[in-house]
């Protein structure tokens, strides 16, 4: 599980953030409401802590923008001000919990879990690209009715490889999103890309990520070998 923490006290953060790592949530923080937004965009969370008076964007504002683009990552929005009018506004602009401030540890933790478990049982989260089924939540992955087994890592990469599907994907965008660190290797990208191959493809016959030369790779659909019609 992977929380965002976006709460511009540092000291509040990084208490936050010890004590759901404790829990065995991998956690995120950010201390600013624009740079909150981005990575709530461009990664994948289960579900996001988000204060409201927050420097660059406040938090409304990000609830409101995350649900214009599309995203359902469940938001338990946190507040000094503990008035109604706050809360009414925190859920109206798309957060789906409210917890002010102060509040207890086991009770943020108790309100986390229940947000968790009905994000993942509200969103479809199933990628399908042809025959290719991934499930978000599970971390599962299917060709055709064969179950694929998936290190953490390759997962990672072929679950923005479907995000992207049909677009060519550089190794350097791989490395940023899946990696989370520009610096590695770009030959790690090649790696992984061989190992998915010989998992997804090969054993099925298929080809469906393709190298694009000195632009990256995509992830595309394509027949089944015996439908080449
Ligand atoms: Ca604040």
């Known amino acids: 599980m992977r929380v965002l923490i976006v709460e511009d006290e540092v000291s509040m953060a990084n208490s936050l953030k010890a004590g759901l790592e404790a829990e065995g949530y991998l956690v995120d923080v950010s201390h600013d409401g624009l740079d909150g937004l981005w990575r709530a965009t461009e990664f994948e969370f289960d579900a996001i802590v988000l204060d409201i008076m927050l420097p ?3 938090g409304f504002l990000v609830a409101e923008r995350l649900r214009e683009a599309g995203r359902e990552v469940p938001i338990l ?3 000094a001000k503990d008035g109604d009018l706050d809360q009414a506004e925190a859920l109206d602009t798309g957060a789906d919990d409210f917890l002010g401030k102060p509040f207890s ?3 943020l933790l108790a309100r986390l879990r229940a947000l968790i478990r009905r994000g993942s049982s509200r969103q479809s989260n199933v ?6 089924r991934i499930d978000l939540a599970a971390h599962r992955c299917w ?6 087994e998936l290190t953490p890592r390759e997962d990672a990469l072929l679950v923005y490889l479907a995000h992207r599907a049909g677009e060519v994907v ?3 965008e791989l490395l940023r999103h899946v990696w989370l660190d520009e610096e590695t290797d770009p030959n790690a990208v090649e790696v992984y890309i061989g190992y998915l191959r010989r998992k997804i493809d090969a054993p099925f016959g298929r080809a469906s990520i393709e190298t694009v030369r000195g632009r990256g790779y995509r992830l595309v659909a394509g027949p089944a070998p015996n439908d080449a019609t």
Do not use: Q
């Open 170 to 172: 550089s190794k350097t």
């Open 143 to 148: 060709r055709g009715d064969t179950e694929v």
């Open 77 to 79: 929005m946190l507040s």
């Open 127 to 132: 990628l399908t690209v042809g025959d290719l």
């Open 56 to 58: 660059g964007l406040n």
């Open 105 to 107: 540890y086991p009770l």
